[in-house]
């Protein structure tokens, strides 16, 4: 079963233009959703991150939303640059003491054009 | 500081012979998960560790794998008799208390079983 779903798969869009990459998620106790950034042959990083009691979080030229009502969250890049040409992974877990077990979406792999 | 670092970078097996990957989490960081993430999907978590002890196994195919963190820092992971199902990149990752929230990825080791 799968906990995380994200869409598109892929992706291209031209320098400067919006990036939208889109996750729904199913399990309700849910409450804690991360982006990672990953670039090939490296680990994913950390770029954004939102908790179910709020429904946006920005930082720079990246957005992230969040609708409880729906299950669903979006993260927008503006001015995309070529530099942000990487796969990006929505993932959610809940918060306990008990650890971090996060979930992650199969990705979306994003090309930015010059 | 340094990031968590993974060795070996690459490994290439025959089916039915073993392999072991090495992790050294960012100092100071109590808690330590191994993530399997096979070509073009997300990371899938296999096994994490809280100090010495394992938290949590159930995705940890038993039969052949195995993984270890005896002394709450460094982490061993092992495949007794590898598939090519195993193919996949190996990814170490930490969390320390302080950061309630953010795990930190090591690059990986990516694994090919012909």
């Known amino acids: 079963q799968q906990q995380v779903r994200q869409s598109p798969q892929s992706l291209t869009v031209w320098e400067g233009g919006t990036t939208v990459l889109t996750c729904s998620y199913e399990?309700?106790?849910?409450?804690?959703f991360p982006w990672y950034q990953q670039f090939p042959g490296e680990g994913p990083a950390l770029l954004i991150s939102?908790?179910?009691?709020?429904d946006k979080k920005e930082d720079g030229r990246f957005t992230t939303f969040f609708n409880k009502r729906e299950k669903k969250l979006s993260l927008h890049i503006i001015d995309s640059q070529p530099g942000d040409s990487a796969t990006y992974f929505c993932?959610?877990?809940?918060?306990?003491?008990?650890?971090?077990?996060?979930?992650f979406g199969i990705g979306t792999r994003v090309l930015v054009r010059p | 500081e340094a990031g968590v670092t993974q060795s070996p970078r690459y490994a290439v097996l025959q089916e039915g012979q073993a392999v072991s990957f090495w992790c050294d989490p960012i100092?100071?960081?109590?808690?330590l998960y191994w993530y399997q993430q096979p070509r073009d999907q997300g990371p899938q978590l296999l096994v994490y560790?809280?100090?010495?002890?394992?938290?949590?196994n159930s995705q940890l195919p038993s039969d052949r794998f195995s993984a270890v963190r005896p002394k709450g820092t460094n982490s061993t992971l092992k495949i007794q008799s590898a598939k090519q199902g195993d193919t996949a990149t190996y990814l170490c990752?930490?969390?320390?208390?302080?950061?309630?929230?953010?795990?930190?990825f090591g690059s990986g080791t990516r694994l090919t079983v012909l």
């Open positions: 939102i908790l179910s009691v709020s």
């Open positions: 399990d309700s106790t849910f409450n804690y």
């Open positions: 100092s100071g960081h109590d808690t």
């Open positions: 560790f809280r100090d010495e002890a394992v938290i949590d």
């Open positions: 990752a930490s969390r320390g208390t302080g950061d309630a929230e953010t795990l930190y």
């Open positions: 993932a959610a877990s809940p918060t306990n003491s008990a650890g971090n077990k996060l979930t």
